[in-house]
């Protein structure tokens, strides 16, 4: 199917008949253009109309259709493609135009969402048309060519009737084929296999980014004997170790799906021995990896399941609860401030255009540097994202929502973004928890440093 799409002078996409106000938004996505798009979305008059017309939009991109993993191929290698719902078309550039990152990035095109419903349609992470763009965007300009697990990561958004499509189904979109099709294989078999050449053999330490919560469904945290099959509880050799992502299962957060390792981060490729230092050996399932201790998770935020500014005003709370003047890594309370701003959007460097849209106004409050209200109906779109937590020298970071007190953060040699690991009762063996942001090492200041011992982490 993949070569049918690639040479298709035209893919025409079918959403299904007209409902849910269909017209209104395939109407809505005919009307943009680059000249318009600013003031379109920038509409801050809240009119009626425009309001249910992004209201359609959103339940347009959230149909079936765009939860299936076969329709990768036909949207990223089909090139025009166009989207028929009921008796209206619109060209697929229609949705790339509006989705694309890059209109809000505070350093490029920095457009203000004006309409409250606007900005949940197109600010939710989980508008799975987003990711489709982002890639595409990807492919087309060679900035960033999308990988083999790039596209791993967009089928665990979606749906298949076999699992091992969740491999299969993106391997077209690469050239060769990562692997051949074999649906004999068992499905936790292919997995392994899959992440196994993509971590030992090509070193894409990226892939350990894809492991999250999934790993830890029972409260019960196995030993490192019963992961091997060495003693009690050996069923648990059966599953996936914690270092292999589920693809079955759907991220749990939309943040999820935006991994930092895919920002520009250099936590562990800095330094003379920057490279990847990793090792399975055959027949085990445990994963060796080189890297360096960082600290120790001191405090998580309580994750309240509030709205974003007041989950933040609880986070900075938290950290002052715990963390004294002369006991943290940034300062004075000021400079601990700023270095807050920066761990909550996981933005290591300090220089950064202040935005107009309010968000400045709402951080000085979360923070105690003005008074008001973080409550105002019209930004309650979305949580604060990524759990905030503290370490015992005093760094702050953002992880998994997984993350416990008693968790180490480590930098592994050759990886952009450092991880949280959890021990499981063996010495040196962890359970991979997943990746995180800490405020101070995202530009390899622990690789780089001659004092900072190497060792050994064994991920089961």
């Not at 999308?146 to 969740?166: K, T």
């Not at 959007?345 to 003005?370: I, K, L, W």
Request: glycine share 8%; with cysteine.
């Amino acid at each position: 199917m993949g070569e049918i799409y690639k040479k298709a002078s035209k893919t025409l996409i079918w959403l299904g008949e007209h409902e849910d106000a269909s017209p209104l938004a395939m109407d809505l996505l005919n009307s943009v253009t680059e000249e318009n798009l600013r003031d379109m979305v920038e509409d801050k008059s809240e009119s009626k109309p425009m309001e249910q017309a992004w209201v359609a939009l959103r339940a347009l991109f959230e149909r079936p259709y765009w939860s299936r993993v076969w329709i990768l191929q036909e949207v990223v290698l089909s090139r025009p493609s166009y989207l028929i719902c009921g008796n209206s078309m619109c060209s697929w550039d229609s949705v790339r135009l509006l989705l694309r990152s890059e209109n809000f990035d505070v350093d490029k095109r920095n457009i203000y969402v004006g309409s409250h419903h606007a900005r949940i349609t197109l600010l939710d992470g989980n508008i799975l048309p987003k990711l489709l763009v982002n890639v595409i965007d990807g492919r087309r300009t060679n900035a960033q060519e999308p990988e083999f697990w790039d596209y791993l990561v967009l089928s665990r958004q979606r749906s298949a009737s076999v699992a091992q499509d969740y491999i299969y189904g993106v391997m077209a979109l690469v050239d060769p084929p990562a692997v051949r099709a074999d649906y004999k294989k068992p499905v936790e078999e292919l997995y392994f296999e899959v992440v196994k050449r993509l971590i030992c053999l090509e070193k894409k330490t990226g892939v350990l980014s894809m492991c999250c919560e999934t790993q830890a469904e029972d409260n019960a945290t196995p030993t490192a004997a019963a992961v091997v099959g060495e003693g009690p509880g050996t069923s648990y050799a059966n599953s996936l170790p914690s270092w292999v992502p589920d693809w079955r299962t759907r991220f749990k957060k939309d943040y999820q799906s935006r991994l930092l390792c895919k920002l520009k981060y250099s936590a562990g490729i800095a330094g003379p021995d920057a490279q990847p230092d990793i090792e399975c050996e055959p027949g085990s399932r445990i994963l060796r990896v080189r890297g360096v201790f960082v600290d120790s998770v001191a405090f998580v935020s309580p994750a309240k399941n509030l709205n974003r500014w007041p989950q933040v005003g609880e986070d900075w709370k938290t950290w002052t609860e715990h963390i004294s003047e002369s006991g943290n890594m940034y300062g004075t309370l000021e400079e601990q401030r700023e270095a807050f701003r920066s761990a909550l959007q996981c933005q290591y460097h300090g220089n950064r255009t202040r935005r107009t849209d309010g968000s400045d106004q709402y951080f000085d409050m979360a923070v105690g540097r003005t008074g008001g209200s973080l409550v105002d109906p019209k930004r309650t779109f979305g949580k604060a994202g990524r759990q905030f937590f503290g370490t015992s020298n005093g760094y702050m970071g953002r992880g998994l929502d997984e993350v416990q007190a008693g968790d180490i953060v480590v930098v592994l040699l050759g990886a952009k973004v450092p991880f949280v690991l959890r021990g499981c009762g063996h010495n040196s063996h962890y359970r991979l928890v997943g990746e995180c942001y800490l405020h101070g090492i995202m530009n390899g200041e622990v690789a780089k440093d001659p004092t900072k011992e190497r060792a050994n982490f064994y991920l089961v």
